[in-house]
């Protein structure tokens, strides 16, 4: 099956592991997470469930380099969440934004920040996520939901 995502147009990931699912998205990290400062430690195509790890430099601060622009904190948990729904969908599948909703409860200034992103319903052409930023000591900084549109591979016509 070929991907509707247009990173992914070339795999057919139906019969890899989350360990090789991994390896590739990891492999083909897009330009947004490397400005973030983003890793991947984890996936779970089950559940629906992805783990980053990102540093905050001071670039991305306001407030003399203390605090955390929200743009950059929000980005960070909506990687997690659309790879999430990536991993999900075997990499088989679009994700597009419909919605995103952002609670900002600390601030948070340079060092390293957790995000988990995960599926909290996977429909026929809507899915629903949920994420988390946290510091070191497990201090939740942001919590988000998101809206996806699933886009799904276009069934090519038989010969």
Known sequence: MSSAHP???HID???LTDKDLLA???ATAPEASKTLNGELLDIDSTRGIARFRFEIVPAFCHSQGRIC???FLTGMVDTAMANAAIAKGKMAVAVPTL???ISFF???GPGIVFAEGRVMRWGGSVGFLDGELK???GRLIVHATSTIKIVRPKNKPSS
């Open 69 to 71: 622009q929200g743009g």
């Open 7 to 9: 990173d992914f147009a």
């Open 106 to 108: 600390e601030a948070m």
């Open 24 to 26: 590739l998205l990891k």
């Open 99 to 101: 919605e995103l909703k």
């Open 135 to 137: 510091d070191e000591k």
């Open 13 to 15: 990931a139906d019969q």
